[in-house]
């Protein structure tokens, strides 16, 4: 599913205009996005968190000349799915 095709699924399940639809899913991203840069994440019971997750510094291989090449610390936005996603899935 892409943006366009949730844009339609969520105007159809509230009876908005696409454009209304559009707008929500637009300031929901924002939302998340922001808190995610501030390290503060979202939670939304039982559908899942988003945070920001801490990688370490490694080794990796660059693969076509087989030389190791050192990979930097970072920091990455994840998805946690909720209990209730989890059980739905299954």
Known sequence: ???AELVEAIAKITEQTKADAE???DAFIEVVS???KKKDGVKLVGFG???VSNRK???GRNPQTGEEIQIPARKVPVF???KELKELVR
């Open 1 to 3: 599913m892409n943006k």
């Open 23 to 25: 707008r929500s899913l």
């Open 34 to 36: 922001k808190n995610i």
């Open 80 to 82: 946690r799915p909720g």
């Open 57 to 59: 510094a490694r080794v």
């Open 49 to 51: 968190s988003f945070a």
